[in-house]
């Protein structure tokens, strides 16, 4: 681990410093929706203007793996200990997807996966799938943890599929049908192996493993192989010190390989926060908190490539976005010098977070990919519920009491090793997650309630004990118990996490409107136990050792209140200021050139800090001076100076792709050179457009505020 990491002692400190540092009690402990703005709206990546904004789902999707199958293409990921797993994902578009089937209904390997004789699969599982395509059949291969390789197979991506387990074990492999009819298959990290698979996939021709990539040669793990106008790419991941992605190339399967960074930097204005790294050890944990610009593991890394219809070349990958869990980014691909590039020409490596939607001829209506709500009046749960481990199927219910999820308590000494927890992915930036529960028929020693589920966890529920009920709150991190008498059998119980900051915030109503806060923020840090973002979770256990009685949740609803990508419309034809988020300076025409001066400037006076925000299209806009009538436009090469006030529109040159940031502040990314508006903070100097992109603290002069001065 780098040297400059700050360790933490404590959870207290940690908890005091974060919650001074981002969070206001007031604006956290209870939290109202205006109904006809948050409804059913769920975070979607398509901004309905021909543009989108990554990630492309604000919510765990870890390992992503794509493929195109004529018109459509298809995606899936790593779920772990997860039941159902392996979702698989249908677009026409590579931003709206819509979920075809899970892959893997049940998978019943071990006592593990049943949480059963004390042990678990927390952080084991189904990791880094790979998802090919060849001669009519689907197939996914993906390493089980402690159980081997499997391939999961079907002729249809709406399955049903079928599983086998390889003879070999290949952990993070990826799978090449050659058109000579070989079959091979790449892992390994730092060294990179190689081997041919035998026709049935089941199992390696024996003589055809080799070493394709020696140990310090550069390479990564998380492999996805592809053949490209005859020659070989491989392209996989680097996590120390920091993410990135890289490229192999070679003219032949086993090499020489050659290796260029692919992916580099990009965070998307996110740094890596707090990190858990010995979950062995605690409650209470060791919290790492990193230097504010540090970006870790945020950035984009372990991804792939596709050519969609058009000819445009598209990447994905994912981000560790802390608490929230990986998400994936969607990327423009760049060719150059017979190299792939995530990013556009003059800005390579770096990706845009907001940028035009492939061109794969369909257009698809803004979506998003799982029913959050559930009424639980279905013969099944919605598409996004996922069982903690293995389900015991005798013991929850929907026909049992309709409209209700009926919960039995299995025996527990924790909510940690509870049965049939069932839970959905928290969703970002910010969502709260309420349902009503029905304790009447609980038995002493039972425990139900809701939980954000992660390590460590908290929850808050009911316990019946000693024929009586208690209202409870439980924070593993500090043991800490909050514990209060209720008479009444139906609580509604609630959730809200902010994943900008990483507090959660629990809460209880006695009437289903007025909620009460209960024992504080909770930080959420990321965890390398499960490698999962938090997670909500519904769940019934008994802690006397017994089965006990059960629980009966009404309904479940998950509020967004920032469920897009631009939550301020642009401005079209509106007069506004841009301010400097670094300095806070103003943006003004000074001689013809974008200059930065302070408030209360002269060079403010007038019209000169006025620009009228002009409709170019797909999410583009020009901004043209009020004070001149003349364009920003860039010049030479966009650094300081290079940016003028011209008298006519000059094209792309006068052109800014419109990027609005995860807090609502701006970017501005020049179409001349694929880089943005940029301020030199605090020098007292002209723009410029040469920055690469946004730093965490978004302290670095690439991002703006704006106001609108004059609305039309």
């Known amino acids: 681990m780098n040297a400059f990491l700050k360790y933490i002692p404590t959870w207290q400190f940690v908890a005091i410093f974060i919650f001074a540092l981002f969070v206001d009690i007031s604006t956290v402990a209870q939290v109202h929706f205006d109904p006809d703005k948050s409804g059913d709206g769920s975070w979607t990546a398509d901004n309905g203007n021909g543009t989108f904004t990554n990630p492309l789902f604000y919510e765990e999707f870890s ?34 997807w819509e979920l075809a089937s899970y892959a893997v209904e049940r998978l019943n390997v071990g006592p593990e996966i049943r949480l059963e004789e004390g042990k678990d699969f927390y952080g084991q599982g189904i990791w880094a799938p790979c998802f090919r395509y060849h001669k009519g059949v ?25 599983q086998k387990k390889m003879k070999a074990g290949m952990h993070d492999l990826s799978v090449l049908f050659d058109d000579d009819g070989k079959i091979y298959a790449v892992w390994g990290y730092d060294e990179v192996k190689m081997v041919q698979l035998t026709p049935d996939l089941l199992d390696t021709v024996p003589g055809t493993t080799r070493i394709i990539m020696e140990k ?127 990013g556009l020409p003059g800005n390579l490596t770096r990706s845009p977070r907001t940028w035009v939607k492939p061109n794969t001829g369909f257009t698809s209506d803004p979506k998003h990919p799982f029913d959050r709500n559930d009424d639980f009046s279905g013969p099944e749960l919605k598409n996004v519920w996922q069982w903690n481990h293995l389900p015991d199927d005798d013991k929850w219910s929907l026909a049992e009491r309709k409209g209700f999820l009926r919960l039995h308590a299995l025996p527990s000494d924790n909510f940690w090793q509870a049965k049939n927890s069932l839970t959905q992915r928290g969703i970002g930036p910010e969502s709260v997650a309420t349902t009503e529960i029905d304790v009447s028929q609980l038995q002493d020693g039972d425990i139900a309630g809701l939980a954000l589920l992660n390590l460590p966890y908290a929850w808050i529920g009911i316990i019946k004990k000693e024929g ?95 469920c897009w990508g631009l939550m301020r419309k642009i401005p079209h034809n509106s007069i506004i200021e841009l301010q400097s988020v670094a300095d806070s300076t103003l943006l003004v025409n000074w001689k013809n050139f974008l200059r930065p001066v302070g408030i209360g400037s002269r060079f403010a006076e007038g019209h000169s800090s006025e620009f009228k925000v002009l409709d170019r299209g797909l999410g583009r806009i020009a901004l043209q ?50 880089r943005y508006l940029k301020v030199d903070p605090r020098a007292g100097s002209l723009c410029a457009a040469d920055a690469r992109g946004a730093r965490p603290d978004h302290q670095a002069g690439a991002c703006f505020t704006w106001e609108v001065k004059e609305e039309k």
């Open 625 to 674: 001076s009020v004070a001149s009538g003349g364009y920003v436009t860039v010049r030479g090469n966009g650094g300081m100076a290079e940016v003028r006030i011209e008298k006519t529109d000059q094209g792309d040159a006068s052109v800014f792709q419109w990027i609005e940031m995860i807090n609502g502040d701006l970017m501005l990314m020049s179409l001349y050179n694929h």
């Open 138 to 162: 689907f197939y996914i291969f993906s390493n089980v943890n402690r159980y081997g390789t499997y391939i999961f197979s079907s002729t249809k991506p709406e399955g049903p599929w079928q």
């Open 216 to 342: 310090g040669s550069g390479a990564g793990e998380g492999c996805h192989i592809y053949k490209i106008d005859g020659k070989y790419y491989i392209t996989n991941t680097n996590y120390d010190p920091v993410c990135y992605q890289v490229c192999l190339r070679a003219d032949a399967p086993y090499g020489p390989y050659a290796v260029n960074v692919m992916s580099a930097e990009e965070n998307f204005g996110v740094g890596q926060r707090l990190r858990i790294w010995n979950t062995r050890t605690g409650p209470p944990f060791e919290v790492t908190r990193y230097p504010e610009n540090y970006v870790g593991c945020i950035p984009m890394h372990q991804g792939g490539i596709v050519q969609v219809q058009s000819g445009e070349w598209w990447g994905w990958s994912m981000l560790d976005f802390n608490s929230v869990g990986r998400v994936t980014a969607l990327s423009p691909v760049t060719w150059q010098d017979g190299w792939p590039y995530f």
């Open 63 to 96: 390992d992503p793996d794509l493929i195109r199958v004529g018109d459509d293409y298809y995606l899936t990921g790593t779920t772990m200990h997860t039941m159902p797993g392996l979702p698989v994902l249908h677009s026409k578009d590579l931003v709206n």
């Open 468 to 562: 009586k009920k208690i209202l409870r709150f439980y924070d593993q991190q500090e043991n800490k118990i909050i514990d209060t008498g209720i008479d009444q059998n139906t609580i509604w119980l609630q959730a809200h996490c902010n994943f900008d900051t990483d507090i959660g915030i629990l809460s209880y109503s006695l009437d289903g409107n007025n909620y009460q806060e209960r024992g504080g923020p909770i930080l959420l840090p990321y965890q390398l136990r499960t490698f999962q973002g938090v997670r909500y979770a519904l769940f019934n256990f008994n802690s006397g050792g017994k089965e006990g009685g059960y629980a009966d949740f009404n309904g479940f609803k998950v509020d967004e209140p920032r």
